[in-house]
């Protein structure tokens, strides 16, 4: 057996669009070690895991398997290397049942029929292992997000593979469903698999790790032993993502002697909410946190038409009740910005601006006046820091500047309630501090802010208060001076116990 | 936490244990209709229960019920084949006219089945090379190939001689003297393409890239030369249904086939396949296709003005797309409590 680590990445580089996913990233993974890549969202993880998957070539630099140098051009050529990739959205089937999304093209055959009792019998330690106690015919889409990322990564395990790569593994996933996890992936690496587990919270990654690569704008900036990470460094890596946040703007002696705006919810039920109650006032930004499916994001649906409340009241600063419909949100100034829901790609960013405009409110003008649109677009794009021409196609930004024209589009009819879903998920760190920025602003002015994050170190950075959901109800408030990423944490995975039982806490307490 | 099982067997050979929660087949609701329409007009009309009558009204699906349940992996695939008609149409002017020629019919039926797939991997590649959907090209290929028979056939029914082969016979004839050729191979090619779509890599690709296209590719799926085979399939059950066509009745006119497309499509969705892509039932298509027979006949035998046939079918198309959305309402409902129980 040769001593060369059994992959290494040299000096990869990666463009998208306009923007520098990866610049000079570099790493190693020795065999049978656990190698954990920190780095705070944005800072391109999720570019190099595509990258080892296969499904994005690389502009730049060599991965070497084994000493060789390897070209992966193919999902299929990873998988011949033996490289199981597990994305961050994890890539599955819905509409199929458990089974088929764990054997994904590569089904055992019996006979030359698909074998389900193969399938079956091949899972089911693992599944029993990992804790996930699901009817396997069931569609995938029936099954909460913790238990379909496990799927995802059960499926990934399925292969065999020599270099596991996992991607924010345990974003969806609850206390428990991550300490399973954990004790499989230490259980695969005494057998002398190689895992290589991107995160963005140290002290995850501490609770695993052999080596710690630290990930930074698409370039490695520290690489050692864990052993070897001292308190300065572990306290230096945990601030990495601090910088991002621009310092709040002391708006609101100016807005003291007005009359703020409230929001007040009360015993808001439905779906998995139950018994929401919480107010908001003008000029603050409330930070929702939770997990996938934790109901936090149904909160923001439901305010702004999009769910049904099966019953609670609502009152916005206009009136009762909630809209009834999206259209009617926009009407009475309530917004919806979230990460998923785009823009129009195949349409100019003034067409797309000036839609919330044109779609939900009269704005003076019967018809569609391009030149007015354009007018307006040329404004925002100013505003919003845009680097594109107005009339150029939306679909030619990038995602960061997509999400600016998302948010833009509601900044032309001065809405008075933002809510805010995800804002920032998966763009690049430079638009984010913009994004950032955008927030605080439109808080200055007197917004209702609402905004929910599964990264917790983004509310914390962002939030005056930020309410805690576990399970569809809120398990606890943080504000002040004890807001901290992982006090949020602690909240919303139900683990108010004393502290795990790796040295990972010993690090946050050095770091705070 | 996890000490009762740290000995991970990953590869485990353990027996297993899993007790699936019982799920209704997605072909219940379908099979429930047929039942109850055939219990209602056989309560209304007593002779429509005889044998005679049944097995004509299962010649009559039988056709149309082949491009549907090659529709159903169409459908799978989140794609929509509009040529069928014309497919059909082509390959059974083809083979006439190649009968009529003088060439053995045999050979002549596999020309036209041929004709079909080839039309079916132009689709494909065209669909492909042009990067429209699937929908846009078989529109065009649809007034090609209509387009194509009118001509090879000259705007006239076409009625090729008899020969001693056993051609015309064997699919005219009837298996045990009372079912009709087209009815037995309806059913084998039902029961065969459902194994296919639900118990082969392949029919495994199809679904899978209909549900997620994008996470077919990341798995390593061709889910190109997955959509080209499953148009290819379509193709050639086409041609095969238009072949038939010509054996059972010894002649092909202009109207024939005209309304298959559409009657395909209603028939998958009827039977609980989704316009969506990712979920498909090949029996549950073969059902639909009796059960639009059923109205279709019953409503001739109950005396009621032909003119109201389109008016039934559609409104039992819409029916099944209600049911559909209900049971997946409920099933949600049903997935929120269970949830709601877990935590207590």
Redesign the interface.
């Known amino acids: 057996m040769s001593d060369s680590p059994l992959i290494s990445v040299r000096n990869l580089a990666k463009r998208l669009g306009g923007f520098v996913a990866l610049e000079d990233m570099s790493l190693a993974a020795e065999r049978g070690t656990i190698h954990a890549v920190v780095g705070e969202s944005g800072a391109g993880k999720s570019v190099l895991a595509r990258i080892l998957?296969g499904?994005e070539g690389a502009d730049g630099g060599a991965i070497e398997i084994d000493g060789h140098k390897v070209a992966i051009d193919?999902?299929?050529t990873a998988?011949k290397h033996g490289l199981a990739v597990v994305?961050q959205q994890s890539?599955?089937?819905?509409?199929?049942p458990v089974l088929?999304n764990l054997f994904?093209?590569r089904?055992p055959?019996q006979s030359?029929?698909?074998s389900r009792?193969e399938m079956?019998?091949?899972s089911?330690?693992?599944l029993?292992?990992l804790?996930l106690a699901v009817?396997?015919?069931?569609p995938l889409g029936?099954l909460?997000p913790g238990e379909r990322q496990l799927v995802g990564i059960a499926a990934a395990?399925?292969e065999?593979p020599r270099l596991l790569v996992l991607d924010e593994p345990c974003e969806a996933l609850d206390r428990n469903q991550r300490?399973?996890l954990f004790?499989?992936l230490r259980?695969?690496k005494a057998?002398g698999m190689t895992i290589l587990h991107l995160t963005n919270r140290l002290e995850e990654a501490l609770a695993l790790a052999d080596q710690v690569t630290v990930m930074r704008n698409g370039r490695d900036v520290l690489s050692k032993p864990r052993s070897d990470l001292t308190a300065t460094e572990e306290a230096m890596i945990g601030q990495l993502g601090l910088t991002l946040f621009p310092l709040p703007l002391r708006s609101l002696s100016n807005l003291a002697g007005t009359l703020r705006p409230q929001l007040t919810v009360s015993g808001l039920s439905g779906?998995?909410l139950?018994g929401v109650e919480f107010s908001a006032r003008g000029g603050e930004i409330i930070g929702l946190a939770g997990l996938p499916g934790s109901g936090a994001s149904d909160v923001l649906a439901m305010l702004f038409g999009h769910r049904r409340a099966r019953k609670g009241k609502v009152r916005f600063p206009d009136g009762d009740g909630l809209p009834r419909t999206r259209t009617e949100a926009a009407r009475r100034g309530i917004c919806l910005t979230s990460s998923h829901a785009g823009v129009m790609a195949d349409r100019s960013i003034a067409f797309n601006l000036s839609s919330v405009v044109v779609g939900a409110r009269d704005w003076g003008r019967r018809w569609y006046s391009p030149k007015a649109a354009a007018e307006r677009a040329a404004r925002q794009v100013e505003a919003l820091r845009i680097r594109s021409g107005s009339d150029e196609l939306a679909g030619s930004l990038s995602t960061g500047g997509r999400q600016k024209v998302a948010i833009g589009r509601w900044l032309e009819i001065g809405p008075q309630v933002v809510l805010l879903d995800e804002p920032a998920r998966g763009i690049d760190t430079g638009s984010k501090q913009e994004i950032y920025g955008l927030i605080r602003q439109m808080a200055a002015s007197g917004c209702i802010m609402l905004l929910h994050s599964t990264e917790m170190s983004e509310l914390a950075g962002l939030c005056d208060r930020v309410l805690a959901f576990r399970?569809g109800r809120i398990a606890g408030e943080v504000a002040g001076a004890e807001m901290d990423a992982a006090a949020l944490r602690k909240l919303i995975t139900g683990d108010t116990a004393a502290p795990a039982p790796e040295p990972a806490t010993t690090s946050q307490r050095n770091a705070a | 936490?996890?000490t009762a099982?740290?000995s991970?067997?990953?590869?485990?050979?353990?027996?297993?244990?899993?007790k699936?929660?019982f799920?209704l087949p997605a072909e219940a609701g379908v099979v429930v209709a047929l039942v109850v329409l055939v219990g209602l007009l056989g309560w209304l009309q007593r002779s429509f229960l005889e044998p005679a009558n049944l097995f004509a009204l299962i010649e009559q699906a039988a056709l149309p019920g082949i491009a549907a349940i090659g529709m159903v992996f169409v459908l799978s695939l989140r794609e929509i084949d509009l040529s069928v008609g014309a497919v059909f149409h082509l390959a059974a002017v083809v083979a006439a006219v190649l009968i009529a020629a003088g060439i053995d019919p045999w050979l002549s039926a596999l020309a036209g089945v041929a004709l079909g797939t080839c039309i079916g991997l132009v689709n494909g590649l065209l669909a492909q090379a042009l990067r429209v959907p699937v929908i846009a090209v078989t529109l065009g290929t649809w007034w090609i190939a209509y387009g194509l028979s009118s001509v090879v056939g000259k705007g006239q029914a076409i009625t090729p001689p008899a020969d001693d082969g056993g051609f015309f016979s064997t699919l005219s004839g009837k298996a045990f003297g009372v079912v009709p050729a087209s009815v037995v191979i309806f059913v084998l090619l039902a029961l065969t393409l459902h194994?296919v779509l639900h118990?082969?890599?392949f029919?495994?690709?199809v679904?899978?890239t209909?549900?997620?296209p994008?996470?077919?590719?990341?798995?390593?799926?061709a889910t190109a030369t997955v959509r080209l085979m499953a148009l290819a399939l379509m193709g050639a059950v086409a041609g095969l249904a238009g072949v038939i066509h010509l054996g059972a009745q010894g002649a092909i006119a202009p109207a024939d086939g005209n309304d298959f497309a559409l009657f395909a499509i209603t028939a998958a969705l009827i039977g609980g396949t989704?316009l969506?892509?990712?979920?498909g039932s090949v029996v549950g298509a073969a059902i639909g296709a009796l059960v639009i027979q059923v109205v279709l006949s019953g409503m001739a035998l109950l005396g009621i003005a032909s003119a109201w046939t389109s008016f039934a079918v559609g409104v039992l198309l819409v029916a099944a797309l209600a049911v559909d959305r209900l049971g997946r309402i409920w099933?949600s409902h049903r997935?929120?409590r269970r949830?709601?129980a877990k935590?207590g």
């Open positions: 998957a499904i193919s999902p299929n998988r994305q890539a599955l089937f819905p509409d199929r088929a994904v093209n089904e055959l030359g029929l698909v009792r079956r019998a091949r089911f330690a693992l029993r292992q804790g009817d396997v015919g069931a029936e909460d395990l399925l065999h300490d399973r004790a499989v259980e695969l057998r779906g998995r139950a399970d | 936490m996890t099982d740290t991970p067997r990953l590869a485990g050979s353990a027996t297993p244990k899993t699936p929660s799920r194994i118990r082969t890599r029919g495994y690709r679904q899978a209909g549900s997620n994008e996470a077919a590719a990341d798995a390593g799926i989704r969506s892509g990712g979920h099933r997935a929120d949830q709601a935590r």
